[in-house]
């Protein structure tokens, strides 16, 4: 079993920041690729952003220079540093990890969600 667990969402007013965290445990080998992505209600969910195995990082268009997605390897633990706040920012953020377990499959997994929601 691997779970992830989010933190750091909340509310905030537009031009504010918030830092979101999502920590993978349980059986892993390994985690590969990290990302987040986010759902607003009546819309689809979308890639925000992804540390992918090796450093490189890739941003949907309406984040870049905005937000930040950062990794601690010994931790296991995906960071998105969120600035300059939109309200259109607002959405469910979801954590998702592939990971190699320690019986060798390799899985996507994905967090509960957390809100951020951006409002003045």
């Known amino acids: 079993q691997v779970h992830l667990v989010e933190s750091g969402g909340g509310s905030v007013q537009p031009g504010g920041s918030l830092r979101l965290s999502c920590t993978a445990s349980?059986?892993?080998?390994?985690?590969?690729?990290m990302a987040w992505y986010r759902q607003a209600p009546g819309n689809e969910r979308e890639l925000v952003a992804h540390?992918?195995?090796?450093?490189?990082?890739a941003y949907a268009d309406s984040v870049k220079g905005r937000f930040t997605i950062s990794r601690d390897n010994a931790e296991n633990t995906v960071y998105l540093q969120m600035n300059s706040l939109k309200p259109e920012d607002t959405a469910v953020y979801h954590c998702?990890?592939?990971?190699?377990?320690?019986?060798?499959?390799?899985?996507?997994?994905w967090g509960q969600g957390i809100q951020v929601t951006i409002s003045s």
């Open positions: 540390f992918f195995t090796g450093g490189r990082t």
């Open positions: 998702n990890a592939v990971v190699t377990t320690t019986s060798q499959y390799v899985g996507s997994y």
């Open positions: 349980g059986s892993i080998w390994s985690v590969n690729g």
